[in-house]
């Protein structure tokens, strides 16, 4: 009885039935619309000064600060497991931190030892070096500040100087993280001026201001320094027009790529982007990110494995070209097995 109540109840699936494929390993295997690979992603990688040196980051546990011998020794193992590119972030010592960010400009700065070191000890990786002041000046903002206005034009020329000295260094891909207007033509610009026309830019186009870098900003030393908070140049997290307004106009600069930021919060602005822009599309998997699913596991809400792995199928199936994730070596290792 029950038996036939439900096959007169199931009639109106005339036979579709979307279970049918699901139901063995090989079939959805077969059906899989999205894959995900080490070649998807790229590794942020935090340097510090000293040699055989690595500190933790409290606020990300399982992530830590590397010196350049070591930092030369994980891209070695980033390069083995089929990860394609590097994002190196400085960790400047305190004393050479200003109000004019010189050091960003400094050719023999922690971040172009960095990147000679490793461009040279393992050619194949590409290098992306993050151009901005933050990892620089004294109070933390991403710009140069007076009267406590973060000015445009004038850090500009602070990051063109900056951007030169890590091509020179070895940097394959300029990424400046700093949202302010014209870096990117500008930064252009100077590179095909100097001989370095092959260097690409990655440009944080749509970057808004968000609690979920906290994590870094411990990571690369700018959190206590920080005063106020970045919202007259990264983006209201209200606005979706507007990232599109952002993405046209640093492609019109020149930008190669662009990147969309903080990452999973943000795939709506991802998949725009994908519908509007055929461009390498990439997405920043941030550090508070990182660390909700870091503290959540380790609390035991869910297996952080699984959490990671299907994090990053997430920005896959929005449209990204690739992630930049702190999993990235781990995730590799994974997948590759
Ligand atoms: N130029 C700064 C920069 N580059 C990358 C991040 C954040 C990355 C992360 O949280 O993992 C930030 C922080 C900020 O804008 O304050
Ligand atoms: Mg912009």
Not at 86 to 94: G, K
Not at 144 to 158: M, P
Request: hydrophobic share 45%.
């Amino acid at each position: 009885m029950a038996a036939d109540r439900a096959k007169s109840d199931m009639e109106f699936l005339g036979g579709r039935r979307l279970r049918r494929p699901r139901a063995t390993a090989w079939s959805r295997a077969m059906v899989r619309e999205t894959h995900l690979s080490s070649a998807d992603l790229i590794w942020p990688m935090f340097v510090i000064e000293g040699h055989n040196e690595r500190t933790g980051i409290k606020t990300m546990p399982g992530v830590e600060r590397l010196s350049v011998d070591l930092a030369v020794e994980a891209a070695k193992a980033a390069r083995n497991a089929g990860i394609p590119a590097l994002a190196l972030f400085p960790n400047t010592p305190d004393h050479l931190r200003s109000e004019g960010g010189d050091e960003a400009f400094n050719p023999d700065n922690l971040m172009c030892r960095a990147l000679t070191a490793i461009k040279s000890a393992v050619p194949e990786i590409g290098l992306i070096a993050d151009v901005a002041l933050d990892e620089y000046s004294s109070d933390g903002q991403d710009g140069l500040v007076l009267d406590g206005q973060i000015l445009n034009d004038e850090t500009i020329s602070v990051m063109v100087q900056s951007a030169l000295v890590q091509a020179k260094a070895g940097a394959d891909i300029i990424a400046p993280s700093d949202m302010m207007d014209g870096r990117v033509f500008a930064i252009r610009q100077a590179l095909d001026q100097n001989g370095f026309e092959h260097v690409q830019i990655m440009s944080y186009a749509a970057k808004y201001a968000s609690c979920y870098y906290g994590p870094f900003r411990e990571a690369v030393g700018t959190g206590e320094r920080l005063k106020g908070d970045k919202r007259t140049y990264q983006m209201d997290y209200a606005n979706s027009d507007e990232a599109m307004r952002e993405i046209a106009q640093d492609l019109d600069e020149g930008a190669d790529s662009i990147m969309v930021k903080p990452g999973l919060p943000y795939l709506d602005i991802v998949r725009r982007a994908r519908v509007n822009f055929n461009v390498p599309i990439y997405a920043y998997q941030v550090s508070g990110e990182y660390a909700m699913i870091e503290f959540a596991s380790a609390a035991g809400s869910f297996d952080r494995q699984a959490a990671m792995i299907e994090s990053l199928y997430a920005f896959k199936r929005a449209g990204c070209n690739g992630v930049l994730t702190y999993f990235a070596l781990e995730a590799a290792r994974l997948l590759n097995e």
